[in-house]
């Protein structure tokens, strides 16, 4: 009656694999996004990227070991801070600023008449006594205000001063959460 799956003959074993290898249907991939990986050796900058933002025209920035890195979609292009620091933050804000955070220093990218990104520091309008800190982390827009979280300070940008909040230990966190801050 029935043989065992041992007794089978090789070439029927072999043909049945052979059917349920070419017959199985591959995945559905519509509606599912492209995904493309860069190499460091593609977009020719540092080896870690610590945040990524896009803006409305569809550039993506990221915060990388080397500077401010920018991507189009076809050209890589890597702006690097003043004092050749990390940035470690990156927060597309108003009037076509993106501003950025690295070590020991704070500030923003906006386009020349060239459209080149050009950088301005903010550091010199912390209080003198505010203008030594550590990693800027996490930057947020909040109701017409750009937040730049260290781990012990977290500036409050206005457009045109900041307000300085310390912590008696550590800030863990800054962000919006249903929409407070």
């Not at 559905?28 to 493309?36: K, Y």
């Not at 977290?154 to 550590?170: H, P």
């Amino acid at each position: 009656p029935f043989q065992s799956i041992y007794q089978m003959p090789q070439r029927l074993f072999l043909y049945i694999f052979l059917f349920s290898f070419f017959s199985s249907p591959a995945q559905n991939t519509i509606g599912l996004p492209e995904i493309v990986n860069y190499k460091k050796l593609h977009y020719n900058a540092g080896t870690q990227n610590w945040c990524i933002k896009q803006t409305n025209n569809g550039y993506m920035y990221f915060a990388n070991n080397e500077g401010l890195l920018s991507f189009d979609g076809t050209y890589w292009k890597i702006y690097p801070l003043p004092n050749k620091t990390i940035v470690r933050s990156v927060e597309p804000g108003a009037g076509n600023r993106i501003y950025v955070g690295g070590q020991d220093e704070i500030g923003y990218f906006s386009p020349d008449k060239s459209g080149t990104l050009t950088f301005t520091s903010l550091k010199s309008l912390l209080p003198q006594n505010h203008q030594l800190f550590t990693d800027i982390w996490k930057i947020v827009t909040f109701r017409n205000h750009i937040f730049f979280h260290s781990n012990d300070k977290i500036f409050q940008y206005s457009g045109s001063d900041f307000k300085v909040y310390t912590s008696a230990s550590n800030w863990l966190y800054v962000g919006l959460i249903n929409n407070p801050l």
